[in-house]
């Protein structure tokens, strides 16, 4: 099997996969409403599944067109304006895609694909040399955040919390021995708060603790670690920490981490924790060591856990949440019959291929914020990959132009600044908004706001201990809503 795509990811999606065992070797890749605070674990080793039949339904592409994508900074930079944009990393720089005859407003130079943009799309956090930065999306220069002093280097991996306040990031840290400074293999989480500029190291100890992910209601850090089994670094399972800890962040240090998985044989790993748009779900890749394949598996808020693609014979190892949460998009790799990225419908369990195309090898897929594309990288058996961009409305598969060689890095939401006056859509991951009588998640809720209906700003944000409330006015009448950008759109100019 052509291996071009696969190696990307690894270099790329580290953040998910730096658990897994001969990732650069010649083998193929292996891959809340509230959570309750008073979990349980089974005491069983291996999970308990129930099979599931799973029908497939093949859909023929249609033909590949091109679109354009902006490759440099034009002489008079362009301001973003509010939209969504995907974004790539080609030749060490972020390249924001407009549109055509359109060019890049973001032109900026990084060594590695590791960069995530804020919740609003105004800043983008990546890592350089020994030092994190965050950047505006519309001005040159940069802000260093707070870190450990001598902990960065090699691979990171994290998330913004819902309000932009925190990063929370896995690093390996950097050691001296001799004369020589080197990188730990035991990656180690830390969590910095950008308003008060302090940081702190939530986790400890000789462990292997990487790929935290800030889940979308601001209520819980899931990671992947070895914790259990610290004399196996391919061995993981997942684990989560509340985020009651971060109004002082080294009250996080050591917080109690509640266990989520157990994997069962010492072969096998949990790895690639991925939060439901309204953090009711967590998502995560189940490694069977024996064989390498890996399938992907549901919780769900009363810990109850499920195989949701149970394929024992072919390898699930990437996937990303639709919008809704009612879908995922993953790649699966069929020893006989390539590699191909299908849509899963959680309810119902039908699956429908969308690239069934054998001798195309697809990167991961990325699920746009409105719901309307899924964009992933594609080898075409040429010297380097292309990025497409497959539209769920018309099956139409687009590739962007002069996107050979590079790689997709995230789909970016830009928001207006919220003020009186600005109008949102609620997306399809704010569907069922609550609208309140006052800005607190214990008033009363007046009203449902639906995705698709449009809301208008009323007031400047207020906050509380936990979430930023905006005052709105809506079809359902007047009153706030939390202001969490994951569940809006912003309405295109």
Not at 222 to 233: V, Y
Not at 469 to 489: A, P, R
């Amino acid at each position: 099997m052509n291996r071009k795509i696969i190696l990307k990811d690894l270099i790329f999606f580290l953040s998910i996969l730096i658990l897994l065992p001969g990732c650069f070797g010649g083998s193929k890749v292996q891959r809340t409403e509230t959570i309750p605070p008073t979990f349980a674990p089974t005491q069983k080793r291996t999970p308990t599944l129930t099979p599931t039949n799973v029908p497939t339904i093949s859909i023929v592409p249609t033909q590949q067109s091109e679109v354009p994508i902006a490759t440099s900074l034009t002489p008079e930079k362009k301001e973003l304006a509010a939209g969504i944009y995907p974004v790539i990393w080609q030749e060490d720089r972020i390249k924001v895609w407009m549109g055509l005859d359109e060019a890049s407003s973001l032109d900026l130079e990084i060594n590695t694909p590791m960069a995530f943009p804020s919740p609003d799309g105004k800043f983008i956090a990546y890592i350089n040399g020994h030092n994190i930065f965050t950047q505006n999306i519309n001005m040159s220069e940069s802000n260093e955040i707070p870190h450990m002093a001598g902990s960065l280097d090699g691979i990171w991996a994290g998330s913004w919390s819902p309000d932009a306040r925190y990063l929370v990031y896995s690093i390996s840290p950097v050691f001296v021995e001799g004369n020589k400074v080197k990188i730990d293999e035991k990656p180690t989480i830390f969590l910095s708060d950008l308003v008060r500029h302090t940081v702190a190291q939530i986790t400890t100890g000789d462990l292997s603790q990487s790929g935290p992910k800030w889940s979308p209601d601001n209520k819980w850090i899931a990671f992947t670690s070895n914790r259990i089994n610290p004399n196996n670094h391919s061995h993981g399972d997942i684990f989560i920490i509340s985020t009651n800890c971060v109004s002082d962040v080294q009250s996080c240090k050591d917080s109690f981490a509640r266990q989520l998985t157990h994997v069962g044989l010492i072969t096998d790993y949990a790895t690639g924790p991925s939060w439901s748009p309204d953090g009711t779900h967590l998502a995560y890749i189940y490694v069977n060591g024996r064989t390498g394949s890996g399938d992907i598996y549901l919780v769900d808020s009363t810990w109850n856990s499920r195989n949701v693609t149970n394929t024992p014979d072919q390898d699930e190892n990437v996937f990303s949440w639709s919008p809704d949460g009612k879908h995922l998009v993953f790649r699966r790799d069929n020893p006989l019959e390539g590699t191909d990225l299908l849509i899963l419908d959680l309810q119902s369990s039908k699956v429908t291929n969308i690239t069934n195309s054998p001798n195309i090898e697809e990167g991961t897929p990325y699920w746009s914020p409105d719901g309307q594309s899924i964009t992933y990288g594609t080898d075409n058996n040429k010297s380097e990959s292309d990025i497409s961009i497959y539209s769920l409305k018309d099956n139409i598969t687009k590739t962007l132009a002069n996107s050979s060689g590079g790689n997709f890095l995230f789909w970016m939401s830009v928001f207006p600044e919220i003020s009186n006056g600005v109008k949102l859509m609620v997306s399809p991951a704010g569907h069922d908004l609550n609208l309140r009588d006052n800005p607190s998640i214990n008033s009363n809720v007046i009203g449902k706001i639906h995705s698709g209906e449009t809301i208008t700003i009323l007031a400047e944000p207020v906050s509380d201990e936990k979430n930023n409330w905006w005052k709105i006015k809506s079809d359902k009448g007047e009153g706030w809503v939390v202001g969490n950008y994951n569940w809006y759109l912003p309405v295109f100019p």
